[in-house]
């Protein structure tokens, strides 16, 4: 299969650019493979849905509106009930259950299920809680890993996958090492200095029992994606040898800084590099976004597909910045308990598209910066060519595509507004081109989905750069993990086959 997608985004620096023709040029050069889109399974203050699995049928799947494949969910320090350890071994089931329905039905739609520890448990940690320790009530006392806990840590994951496996029956893909190492909490949280992860992940990761639940490890994920801490582990062999996926937040750092230096490393490697936390508009008070804002998310939603990102995982599913309404009334009558909010349909743009995909480098007739007026990403999936373009101005544009295989056919899925979304319509092409001009208009998400001409030898000119290894897909077009059944083999030449393991 090869699929073809090509992101375009215009922004407020083009207003006196009315009516122009910008030229897009996609090249034959790869990049790195999406592995997909997804969400936390948290709900107002860390409240997991527990029975209500609602959100993630709206969410999850290739058969939901929005077609997310990545759910997160907390590794909880906490004992069951009113349990504390001194009455119980460490090894005793925690408070587990929360996500376990919604990650039941993620993984049935043919997700990916990931945990993060927010902490260890308290007994591990030098200030005695799993609380982080920034307040008075806590002492002040920062809270860390207690070097003689170190082994403890990676046989208490363990526990948790065997938990997940065994009683939630819910296998788990992969496990993080600590949520946001570098932010002092009063919440549940724990600190590692760049230093003291590479020291737990070089000499203790070893303890993770892979083979027995199939899992991968993900690095620890600082809050603004600082490349110390994944510098640190892809600089130490052994410490890099453990590690699958690099993972950090984007608060208060742009996708085109941190993520992007952090990404060099790790692609370097073969590592995947994923967004796993970010809440965009959060603190916009009793409304729903605007879409001013919500063409702002699918900027950042491109912008960490440009800085080598190949997952993304936004905060919450539902909330009123969110994906799924929560029913509160101070937020609007739009904002419908379990309904799909406007942001939703916007992260669809992606999740229904890019997923799975492999970017290709492009280049246009623009002057490009981490701001500038227009930013272009573009991937090579399946038959398809696919070009995402966002317009933020209030002036049309129009796009000159120059594009490395002929096309065949075309449609063209729009986003204007809140209340006007992922609208279709045919795109008319009379006779298969490599070159086309699409319409942007102003203020506007766009997804123009272009079928190659098979026949046509251009096709046979995406033979660029390669990077990374063979990548799995399910009939259906979904990213495998790991080969299972009969699935689609793509080389690393980009060519497919069909295979059953």
Not at 168 to 187: F, G, I, L, M, R
Not at 324 to 336: K, L, P, S
């Amino acid at each position: 299969m090869k699929k073809l997608i090509v992101c375009f985004l215009a922004t407020a620096a083009t207003m006196t650019l009315s009516a122009a023709t910008i030229t897009i040029k996609v090249t034959d050069t790869r990049c790195q493979s999406i592995t997909g889109f997804g969400a936390a399974c948290c709900d107002g203050a860390m409240r997991p849905f527990g029975t209500d699995t609602q959100p993630v049928r709206l969410l999850y799947g290739p058969q939901s509106a929005i077609g997310l494949n990545i759910m997160r969910m907390e590794i909880s320090p906490n004992f069951k009930g009113n349990i504390t350890a001194a009455d119980v071994g460490w090894d005793t089931p925690y408070d587990w259950a929360g996500s376990v329905p919604s990650a039941k039905l993620v993984k049935q739609r043919g997700g990916i299920v990931f945990g993060t520890p927010w902490s260890p448990p308290g007994a591990f940690k030098t200030n005695g809680t799993a609380q982080g320790g920034n307040s008075d009530s806590q002492g002040n006392k920062r809270g860390e890993l207690r070097t003689d806990c170190y082994e403890k840590f990676f046989p208490w994951i363990n526990t948790f996958l065997s938990y997940m496996k065994d009683t939630a029956k819910v296998a788990v893909d992969a496990v993080s090492v600590q949520n946001e190492p570098d932010w002092w909490v009063s919440y549940s949280g724990c600190l590692y200095t760049p230093e003291q992860q590479v020291n737990l992940v070089r000499n203790y990761a070893h303890m993770l029992d892979r083979e027995k639940y199939n899992v991968r490890l993900i690095s620890a994920e600082p809050l603004g994606f600082h490349p110390s801490y994944s510098d640190a582990l892809m600089n130490d062999e052994t410490a890099r040898n453990q590690i699958d996926i690099v993972a950090g937040h984007i608060y208060g750092h742009p996708p085109l800084g941190n993520l992007k230096q952090s990404a060099v490393l790790a692609a370097k490697y073969g590592k995947e590099v994923w967004m796993t936390e970010h809440s965009s508009t959060d603190n916009i008070g009793n409304r729903l976004p605007n879409w001013h804002e919500q063409l702002l998310f699918a900027e950042e939603l491109n912008e960490c597909m440009l800085a080598g990102c190949t997952g993304y995982i936004y905060w919450y599913m539902r909330a009123h910045w969110a994906f799924v309404g929560t029913g509160e009334a101070q937020y609007g009558a739009d904002n419908v308990k379990n309904r799909l909010l406007p942001r939703a349909y916007v992260m669809s743009h992606f999740s229904k598209h890019v997923t799975g995909s492999t970017r290709l480098e492009v280049s246009h007739s623009m002057a490009i910066k981490t701001e500038a007026a227009f930013e272009i990403s573009a991937y090579i999936k399946g038959d398809s060519l696919i070009v995402m373009a966002i317009d933020t101005t209030k002036n049309a544009h129009n796009l000159e595509l120059q594009l490395p295989a002929k096309v065949k056919s075309g449609n063209h899925v729009l986003s204007t507004a809140n209340d006007e979304l992922c609208k279709e319509s045919p795109i008319d092409i009379s006779e298969p081109t490599s070159e086309i001009i699409v319409p942007l208009p102003a203020r506007s998400l766009n997804t123009y989905i272009f079928m190659i001409d098979k026949s046509s030898a251009a096709i046979k000119e995406l033979t660029g750069t390669v990077t990374g290894k063979k990548t799995y897909y399910d009939l259906h077009g979904r990213r495998m993990e790991t080969p299972k059944g009969l699935c689609i083999e793509e080389q690393a030449d980009g060519s497919t086959r069909k295979a059953f393991f």
